[in-house]
């Protein structure tokens, strides 16, 4: 039996964001060393990206379960529970996992002083040997070059896309940040890249020359999106497959699931195989909570909860409520973190209504709603301000119609919040 409980386990880990962020691989490459390198005992894909790489990494993941192939899969952040990042073949690493493996290592991550997201990172590669998966799909936290989860060596990498966030971390032009994910590229392995930037694709282009790494692009000629349908048909080098429903809605989600599909012709080229049957079942299966999520009740007005936070994000997220609910009146509820580029994300989201109820994350990385009512240009919009997310909540729906849309959107926090104090069912 594990020493600790969950409750401490949990709790030890939490308390490694006293660390900070680490960016640099010399700690969790130490850490994996000391216990036998358990990441290079299954075939991995490294996925990174700003927007796009965590739904890409859901989806390719349950192509591979429907393969039949015992897939782990390594996404941030939760929404809930930490639980949450660590999966295989959908189901959440257990509570006695997560003890054994806090029991077996405290000391040592504790002497090493490993952060929050390489604790997780190593915790998530050490499962995956553990419980003997076939492939692990695992998404890049922050970047990719300094990245914790970049110790794989996979069988292909993949960049979804490419615009600015994290800047003060990742640097303010496209390039830059192009430069910090391309580090995931490795010598002769396959890289496939989105629709990309052409500063960014230049980056990527330079740097699988310089790996000598096989470069794949998913080209705009490739697929044909049916918005109205949610549907896809794919073509590529005679390697086509039509008809294709995705689960995820919009878009966005089109283009990531060409993406996916690309990297499946790519995986079967390179020995990885995968049929179209797998391909179709788990397009359609693949589901990832508070990403375009819609909850319909009856009497009550839909809810849909996005936890977009950057210009390219909220972008796609406006097109789709506008593909999907034309002509409904919408309400927005929302809560935004600092360093955020607030005058862009507000004036899109401005494009549904006429109002916006501002609430505070459950977090230090909350933006002030004061700083925050002073420095946007509100364009003449009616704004709300509530102490928490259930007094906003509450106040909009007194002052909703049952066919009215409501709209959490944001961040993680938020959308988190909201699920974890089940505010639905209120």
Known sequence: MPRHSYYSAERFLLSREFFGMKLGLENITGFLESIGSPQNNYKTIHIAGTNGKGSTAVMLASILKAQGY???????????????????????????????????????????????????????????????????????????????????????????????????????????????????????????????????????????KLKKAPLHILKKNEFKTYINANKLDFISNGYSINNLKPQMYGEHQLRNSALVVKAASVLNENGLKIKKRAIREGLAKAFWPGRFQIIERKTKPTLVFDVCHNTGGVTAFVESIRNRFPNKKVHIITGVVKRKEHQKMFDLLGQLTESFHLVPLATHRTTDLDDLCRSINWRERIIYRHKSLRTAYKKVLKTSESDDIIIIVGSHFLVGEFFDKKLAYE
């Open 70 to 208: 015992k897939t782990g899969l390594f996404t941030s952040p939760h929404l809930v529970s930490l639980r949450e990042r660590v999966t295989v073949n959908g189901r959440k690493i257990s509570q006695t996992s997560i003890c054994t493996f806090v029991d077996h290592y405290r000391k040592i991550l504790s002497k090493r002083k490993l952060s929050f997201f390489e604790v997780i990172t190593a915790m998530a590669l050490y499962y995956f040997n553990r419980v003997k998966v076939d492939v692990a799909v695992i998404e890049t936290g922050l970047g990719g070059r300094l990245d914790a989860s970049n110790v794989l060596k996979p069988e292909i990498t993949i960049t979804t896309d490419i615009s600015k966030d994290h800047i003060e971390i990742l640097g303010s032009s496209l390039s830059k940040i192009a430069y910090e994910k391309a580090g995931i590229i490795k010598p002769g392995v396959p890289h496939l890249i989105g629709i990309l930037p052409e500063p960014a694709r230049n980056v990527m282009i330079k740097r699988c």
